[in-house]
């Protein structure tokens, strides 16, 4: 049964169940280590079925060294617009993982702590997007490899409806009401989330530790450290 069936069930299911004919991932190790999540458009952007690691891996790498292991190993980086879908698939109480299991709460709870919660040691994640800006044309990019395994650029016009001024934001409605980029707009209400805007050539990763948390999408694409790993995705063929 194809993946969307599936989804289909996961709307209305409230109980926590095996389904009978879950999807065969037989290529995907660990399955149970990964959530579901499906494919979405917005607007000048869309996505097919995704399977998301539950956990960070493959720290200590600068972000082009992070997308061309991924690359070889037949995974992807989530960008901002992935990674916003991802956790609010989480906070809604409907995840499943890629043996078409129901999620316990208790894991889910494990799982988003170890994204933001505000605690020590650090954490943080590579995102898939970089910022070029030419004149007064600004373009979010998202980068994926062409036939000779070389990363190549896919460049989109910034969504107008974007914050570009450093600042504390919610993260609630920052998640609930994203533009279509998975930027914060312009009047999102202040918070506890510490929005780095965007700057030429920078890179984008989320972070928490005991002194709040962060969004940052002026990053260096060269820096590395010991707490900044990724969070694997394959897409479901």
């Not at 709307?11 to 290529?27: C, I, L, M, T, W």
């Not at 292991?69 to 991802?86: A, C, G, K, T």
């Not at 898939?128 to 896919?154: A, H, L, V």
């Amino acid at each position: 049964m194809p993946i969307d069936k599936y989804l289909e069930k996961i709307q209305g299911a409230r109980s926590f169940h095996k389904f009978v004919n879950p999807v065969p991932y037989e290529f995907i190790e660990n399955p149970e280590n990964y959530v579901i999540l499906e494919g979405r458009s917005h607007k000048t952007f869309s996505y097919p079925n995704l399977l998301v690691s539950m956990e960070r891996s493959h720290y200590n790498l600068t972000w082009l060294e992070t997308l061309k292991i991924l690359h070889q190993e037949d995974s992807v980086m989530l960008n901002l617009r992935q990674y916003i879908d991802f956790l609010n698939i989480l906070k809604s109480g409907t995840a499943y993982d890629a043996n078409g299991d129901r999620i316990f709460e208790e894991k889910v709870v494990e799982i988003l702590n170890n994204i933001y919660a505000v605690r020590d040691p650090w954490r943080a994640e590579w995102l898939n997007n970089k910022f070029t800006i030419r004149g007064e044309t600004t373009t979010i990019d998202y980068y994926k490899f062409n036939s000779d395994d070389q990363p190549i650029i896919m460049p989109d016009k910034l969504d107008q409806d974007t914050l570009m001024e450093d600042k504390q934001i919610d993260l609630d409605e920052w998640l609930s009401d994203a533009n279509t980029q998975g930027l914060p707009r312009k009047d999102i209400a202040r918070g506890n989330v510490y929005f780095w805007y965007l700057r030429e050539g920078g890179a984008t990763w989320f972070n928490a530790n005991s002194g709040g948390i962060d969004l940052i999408l002026h990053g260096s694409p060269s820096f590395l450290a010991t707490w900044l790993g990724v969070r694997p995705a394959k897409l479901i063929k």
